[in-house]
Structure formats: C-alpha cells, structure tokens
C-alpha cells in the first residue's frame, strides 16, 4: 500500500499526542519520521511508532523533554537527554553548537542519555544549511542485547553505531550528507524487511551459530542472530571507534555488561561543528567544492550503472519521487502501527479519516 507524506505525519501526530507529547514535540517528532520514509529509510521512518509506544509504557522514552544543558565550556557543549524523544533532544542541541559555533569556530558537541535519535543525517542537513561543516558519531546502550557482533564475533557487542559527515552545498551543487550505520544493514531495515517477507541480496546477517544469513528471521525469531559489520575488518574497526567517541566523550557510556541496561535505547552523541568561513576565504572553499564535485561526477559510469551521484543525491531523488508518488508499506508494517497507534489510544475513526487525507 501507498500513504502519502501528509497522512503520514497526520498518524504520527495523532500517536505522539496521545502518548503525552505536548504540540511542538509531537510536530517535530513527527516530522523527523516521515522525513526519513521519503528519503527512503523506513528503517528511521513511522515504523520506528511502535517500539516507542512501547518504550513509554515500560517507562524507557519519557515525552517532554527538553536537551539539558550539563556543561558550557566555551567551545564544548554537552546536553543530556533526560530519556527524551531523540529526535527533539538532538535537534535543540544541534541548534545551540550552531549559535555557539559562529563564536569558536569550532565546537565540540555532546548528548548523552537520548532515547532514539532516529536518522542522523537529519542533523547532519541541519548543520549544511546553516553553512556549517559536521561529524557525527552515535552509539547505543541500555539495549539487554547488542545487536552487531564485532569482526571476527559471533555475538552481539554493538548497536549500529552510525556516523555521518556533512559539509554545506552552494549554489550550484546540494550539500554532501553522508549517513551510514557501521553496521552492514541497520537494524530497522531487517524489521522492514521481516515485515514485508522479504531477503537481502547479500549476506549481511549472521545466524545465531555465526554462519551468514540473507533472512531478516535471524535478527526476529529465536535463536537470535547478529548484524555484520561493514567493510570486515575496516568496518570492525569503525564500530569500536563510533563507540568510543560517542560514549566515552559524551560521558554517556558504552554498551560494555557493567552498565545497567533497561531494555530501551539510548543514544550518546559527539559531534565535531566547524564554521568553514573561519577556516579561509569562503568563495575560495565554495568554488573548490564545486570544481572537486564535478571531476568526481566526471568519472565515467561503469556499464549498466546509473551516473556518478553524491552523499546526499539518491536520498533527494527518493525523496521528490516519494512526495509525489506517496510511500510504500507492507500491509504487516501499517498493522503494526495501526495496532500501536490503538495502544496508544487513538480512536480507529482518526485513523480511518487519516488514510483518506487529500
């Protein structure tokens, strides 16, 4: 089935005030979800209402909370999330780094104790369209069970731990938003995926013996299996330093047995903001990007490939594509945030009048 972005947001709105979340929060929650459903990363989208109607209820994600400034040190700012909606926590955290950055030049940024964050390139376009250059590195804790076992493991030590690098655009070429989990394939895609009775092309799963899997059942059903991490060893590597960086400088800690774990997720978050008119002259930087953009797009396709595309291009496409043709779902996955969205306490006649918005 097909919903359109408008009706989307109207379903998200209506769970998110329902479970507590005051006007502001509910529209930027929603927002950040069906934002990532038209950039084609259901994984981060709506599908993520269910896991936080249930998070409320087991007192994991708490409605309301605002980013609490814990330290200002200049250049460095660090937040924590109280349990909060991620998505809100992150972007008035990101929000302060850019004020505070036009000071410094650069900034050190950290949140720590954030439910979800949800898609961390939506920060990363933050930061782009304020002219502003970032690196991202978030972890996860507070999970009874790491999900990405590390190169070489069979069991899980890890959450997706994704990073993303974004530098702004000009005017002739869009910002460069590069968004990945360290992860093989995230752990929302194979919820996605299991949903929809559907396998991935490569083995990006293992099996709860340590034995590549295709089928998103081994992350679903028991025995348990793991994510894989990207790039073997490389990606290994990547994962433990994700880990690193973002739980031990945020002061919100790793996912290492000693740590109490609820059942939720939390998110811990550093972030590197740098102004680049302060790092030389801008219409310089401007022109540079715009000259390496176009050699790098230059480069021949290789047969039966589409063009070259940049950080950031396949997500626009989808995005434009997706506005105008509306979102795909399984029937599985609108069952499931139809049942949540009941859970929650939304009356079936809202949903039922939110299908059929114009």
């Not at 994991?60 to 460095?76: E, H, K, S, Y």
């Not at 059903?221 to 073997?232: D, F, K, V």
């Not at 589409?306 to 043709?325: C, K, W």
Request: proline share 6%; net charge neutral; hydrophobic share 40%.
């Amino acid at each position: 089935m097909k919903l359109a972005a408008k009706q989307l947001e109207h379903v998200s709105r209506l769970v998110l005030k329902a479970l507590g979340c005051k006007e502001k929060e509910a529209v930027i929650v929603s927002r950040h979800l069906v934002e990532a459903n038209l950039r084609g990363h259901p994984s981060h989208g709506i599908g993520m209402l269910p896991f936080y109607v249930a998070s409320v209820r087991n007192k994991t994600l708490r409605p309301n909370q605002a980013a609490r400034l814990v330290r200002d040190a200049g250049a460095i700012l660090q937040f924590s999330g109280e349990r909060g909606f991620g998505q809100r926590v992150a972007r008035e955290a990101v929000d302060a780094a850019i004020w505070r950055v036009r000071e410094t030049g650069v900034a050190l940024l950290t949140v720590r104790n954030a439910h979800h964050m949800g898609r961390i390139g939506c920060y990363g376009e933050q930061l782009a369209n304020a002219g502003l250059v970032g690196l991202f590195f978030v972890n996860v804790t507070d999970v009874h069970t790491p999900m990405v076992s590390p190169f070489g493991g069979t069991a899980g030590r890890f959450g997706g731990n994704p990073i993303c690098i974004a530098f702004p655009g000009t005017d002739k070429h869009p910002a460069f938003i590069l968004d990945f989990a360290t992860s093989r394939v995230s752990y929302g895609k194979t919820r996605v995926a299991y949903l929809a009775g559907q396998r991935f092309d490569e083995p990006v799963l293992q099996n709860h013996a340590g034995h590549p899997s295709h089928d998103p059942r081994v992350m679903w059903e028991e025995p348990q299996g793991t994510l894989r991490p990207m790039a073997h060893h490389k990606g290994g590597g990547l994962l433990a330093a994700t880990e690193f960086l973002a739980g031990l400088l945020s002061g919100g800690g790793t996912s290492q047995p000693e740590r109490p774990r609820q059942g939720g997720i939390l998110n811990q978050m550093t972030a590197f903001v740098v102004d680049p008119a302060q790092t030389g002259s801008l219409p310089w930087l401007q022109a540079e990007y715009d000259a390496m953009t176009e050699y790098i797009k230059s480069s021949p396709a290789q047969e039966g490939s589409e063009p070259v595309q940049m950080a950031g291009e396949p997500e626009a496409r989808r995005r434009a594509d997706q506005l105008a043709n509306g979102i795909e779902f399984s029937d599985n996955e609108w069952n499931a945030i139809r049942t949540a969205a009941l859970e929650a306490g939304v009356m079936a006649h809202q949903l039922d009048e939110a299908q059929e918005l114009a």
